[in-house]
């Protein structure tokens, strides 16, 4: 009995699902490769999004088989007057084919490098492989109630332009056919009768009289039955109902001091990327605000957030009153889930932990959905002793270090893990 297995997964016109997922599984680190680099110039808005990458030519050549250096072998040139019998010919360099296949010319076709385009899922695959995590973990976060308006039936009063016209059509044509059914059926007997009796003699009686007497007032009792009354009027009735918020905001804080070193602001970002991939799993519209500091906070973008260098000293407490007065002037708790995430190596100026935790305890974590500190260093400094303060107190609020990539998915699930679950 031979066995056939027939793969009916859809692909798009001129594709191969198959040879697709062997090509990616065979240059599995060329594409890898490709993906980080893209992921490195990549807004975290656009990260979910499908990627063109380009592979060397070098990297995807096919394995050929060529004679080898070595050996006698007697050839047949033609003739020339350069060359005459007996003269040692030079071997050509890279190989016996006569050239490299690198060298410029004037002529033939040259070979670009291959471009290949990985899907949206692909790209994440790729993009999440270095982290070893086999299943992410999403919490149920809590939501700011708001009211919003849906069908809720018909109703028998209500504006034009909610008219339902074949609810109202079907049930006019409903009333009409009650209505007319039992006088139609006695018509119909009627006509019947005057028909026989009509057949029988000249029609001057009295019976057939007032058969035809009868029959025009049945007539006209049914056609006083009218086409479109009031009553079958149907309107699309709405109602109000209770939905979780579908808004949320992502505050990135991030220290860029001169001990941040471009590998710690690259974990970092990773851990934001996956903050921003979880929230847009509950909330239809995330807005994402950089706040970058020093001695000095500011609010900048993406790309001055992650990729510009300073040098100096450190005071955090500058960029929690910052995040405290752009909540209150842009982001009401009313309207918006308001969610944080703070990078740092620890250190801080002085006595300002203090000030932080002050911060934090009084005006920020009452507002916040969630907070979370990453330290993307492996030292406890004064900004994580003064944190640690707080955790017995705010259920919402999480700590955890990150000392490598590896550690950014587990560290990740288990901030966000749902109640209950061990991790």
């Not at 003064?386 to 490598?404: G, I």
């Amino acid at each position: 009995m031979a066995l056939q297995i027939i793969d009916r997964r859809l692909s798009g016109k001129n594709k191969s699902v198959g040879n697709r997922e062997r090509f990616v599984r065979r240059y599995k680190a060329q594409i890898s490769e490709a993906v980080r680099r893209a992921v490195a110039n990549r807004d975290i808005r656009h990260i979910e999004q499908a990627e063109t990458i380009t592979i060397p030519r070098k990297d995807i050549q096919e394995p050929v088989f060529h004679h080898g250096p070595g050996g006698v072998r007697d050839t047949v040139h033609p003739g020339n007057t350069e060359h005459v019998r007996g003269d040692r010919i030079a071997r050509p360099q890279g190989g016996a084919g006569g050239g490299g296949g690198s060298q410029a010319s004037d002529g033939g076709e040259g070979e670009d490098d291959f471009t290949f385009t990985l899907t949206k899922e692909e790209f994440m695959e790729l993009f999440f492989e270095d982290l070893a995590l086999p299943r992410l973990l999403r919490t149920h976060i809590a939501s700011t109630l708001q009211y919003k308006t849906r069908r809720a039936g018909y109703s028998h009063d209500g504006t034009p332009h909610n008219l339902a016209v074949l609810r109202t059509m079907r049930g006019a044509l409903g009333r009409r056919i009650a209505l007319t059914k039992a006088p139609n059926r006695e018509l119909k007997a009627l006509q019947d009768t005057l028909a026989d009796l009509l057949a029988q003699d000249d029609g001057t009686s009295e019976v057939v009289a007032e058969l035809q007497q009868r029959i025009a007032g049945l007539q006209a009792r049914m056609g006083k039955v009218a086409f479109l009354d009031p009553l079958d009027l149907r309107f699309r009735s709405r109602t109000k109902v209770p939905e979780p918020s579908s808004q949320a905001v992502v505050f990135c804080v991030m220290d860029v001091s001169g001990s941040m070193d471009q590998s710690r602001k690259d974990l970092a970002k990773r851990f934001f990327i996956l903050l921003y991939l979880f929230l847009t799993r509950h909330y239809e519209k995330i807005e994402i605000v950089f706040i970058r500091h020093h001695t000095q906070a500011a609010e900048v973008g993406e790309d001055e957030f992650f990729h510009s260098t300073e040098s100096g000293g450190t005071v955090v407490s500058s960029a929690l009153v910052l995040l405290d007065q752009v909540i209150r002037a842009r982001y009401p708790v009313a309207d918006w889930n308001i969610y944080v995430a703070q990078a740092s190596d620890g250190d801080n100026f002085g006595d300002d932990g203090g000030n932080c935790r002050n911060l934090l305890a009084d005006k920020i974590l009452p507002l916040a959905r969630y907070f979370a500190y990453v330290q993307v260093a492996p030292d406890e400094q004064s900004l994580w002793q003064e944190y640690t303060q707080l955790l017995p107190l705010f259920p919402h609020f999480a700590m955890r270090k990150v000392a490598e990539p590896g550690d950014i998915y587990p560290v990740f699930r288990d901030l966000f893990k749902k109640e209950g679950v061990t991790v």
